[in-house]
């Protein structure tokens, strides 16, 4: 049968997995901003976020200003770019190249785990 759930946060390539696999499915918690600010609206959606929320939890969370400033740093510097799997900088105008070669193949077969 294999898992029938598997949760995760900041896992964007297990996001993209389902542009190739007809049997996965991506679901998250609906959100809204407001001034730099999120209210997770407790209900489950159809697909994968738009973006990460982890900066406005850690806000939430009580994490001290400096930290928050220092990670919008980070985070505006890695949107900017990715990296490669081979550690190689590219622009992130890429993904959107590859998620359209990712959903021209075709699905691996399915492990039969009993089998």
Request: glycine share 6%.
């Amino acid at each position: 049968m294999g898992a029938k759930t598997l949760f995760a946060t900041h896992y964007h390539e297990l996001t993209e997995l389902a542009a190739r696999l007809p049997r996965l499915r991506n679901l998250n918690v609906a959100v809204r901003e407001w001034h730099d600010q999120i209210v997770f609206l407790r209900k489950i959606v159809e697909g994968g976020t738009d973006k990460s929320y982890g900066i406005q939890v850690a806000r939430l969370a009580g994490v001290p200003k400096s930290v928050l400033a220092r990670a919008k740093e980070i985070l505006g510097n890695l949107e900017e770019s990715e990296l490669t799997p081979e550690g190689n900088v590219r622009q992130a105008t890429r993904r959107q190249q590859d998620r359209d070669k990712l959903k021209q193949l075709a699905p691996p077969p399915q492990m039969d785990l009993f089998g």
